[in-house]
């Protein structure tokens, strides 16, 4: 009878169990205190036989580390979506594994995982992108408005970004992978800026292959421009004619690799004949050999790239 009620006991406590809220980070959504749907979402997530989009890492998430950064409905309505991080320290970096899950109403649920690789205490401060429905998540708490450009029109213009729920946009850049193929759109790189109580902040969110061949890395890099991370759109649009240079050359495609993945990307700006010089230095928050450098020099709205410095 003893050996009855402990197995039912942990029966009980395995049909119940889900992450508790980030500590780490502000934790968002109508639905974080909704038992039943966080119960749902993590086991669906630690279901061996569940289907997976992207990286989930090769193991099952572990419950003491896991946390649930946001719970509920895209624009009020919808299906749940629920965002469960599983932060892992390594000397200084941190290895940040981001799961997504989507909970219908009747069937399967839909999971998407990231991994990230970043310094330690840096998990969240640049947002990250949800890998299943491509939203943009706010790290800052006291984070307001996004304006987007894209590289649908070569980052031309900024513009509103969608309001999906307490921090999370729509960037217009990232496809939905829960719909169908021929709906989902394209992955571009975009520039995302945000507004904070220390000023406009501003991050890159490249396009970048994954070897084994599935959806691509969609990392975020802040920006810095002439000493500053304090950036409005009047300085971005000074080097944003550089950023398809940038974004399609293969060595900084490379230089973003799933190792530690950079912290900023050091822009300085200087006057030029006939334009602008710009140069753009990847910068991993410690010394590092070899980290390419970009050299670009902007005239009439084009940019045309120069010898690396």
Avoid: K, N
Wanted: aromatic share 4%.
């Amino acid at each position: 009878m003893a050996a009855g009620s402990v197995a039912a006991v942990d029966a009980w406590r395995a049909a119940t169990a889900h992450p508790r809220p980030c500590e780490f980070a502000e934790p968002r959504g109508e639905l974080l205190s909704h038992g039943d749907t966080l119960t749902r979402a993590w086991a669906a997530l630690t279901d061996p036989g569940a289907e997976t989009i992207g990286d989930i890492g090769g193991s099952r998430f572990v419950l003491s580390r896991s946390c649930v950064l946001f719970a509920g409905r895209f624009s009020g309505t919808g299906e749940p979506h629920v965002v469960i991080v599983e932060p892992t320290i390594d000397g200084y970096h941190e290895l940040l594994r981001v799961a997504e899950v989507r909970l219908p109403e009747s069937g399967a649920a839909l999971r998407a995982g990231a991994a990230h690789s970043r310094l330690l205490a840096s998990e969240l401060d640049r947002g990250v992108v949800l890998p299943l429905s491509g939203r943009f998540l706010v790290g800052d708490e006291d984070a307001g408005a996004a304006r987007v450009a894209t590289g649908h029109d070569g980052f031309r213009g900024f513009a509103d970004a969608t309001v999906e729920a307490d921090g999370v946009v729509e960037l217009g850049a990232v496809p939905d992978r829960a719909l169908a193929p021929s709906a989902q759109g394209d992955d571009v790189a975009a520039v995302v800026v945000v507004t904070t109580a220390q000023g406009p902040r501003a991050a890159l969110v490249p396009v970048v292959p994954v070897p084994e061949g599935g959806p691509p890395s969609r990392p975020t890099v802040t920006l810095a421009v002439d000493g500053t991370a304090t950036i409005d759109e009047a300085t971005l649009h000074v080097v944003a004619p550089v950023l398809p240079l940038l974004t399609a050359d293969p060595r900084f495609l490379a230089a973003l690799d799933r190792v530690v993945q950079p912290t900023s990307l050091l822009v300085t700006t200087a006057a030029a004949a006939g334009g602008v010089r710009v140069e753009v230095t990847i910068s991993y928050g410690f010394t590092r050999p070899a980290v390419p450098a970009f050299a670009y020099l902007v005239r009439d709205g084009a940019a045309e790239s120069l010898p690396s410095p």
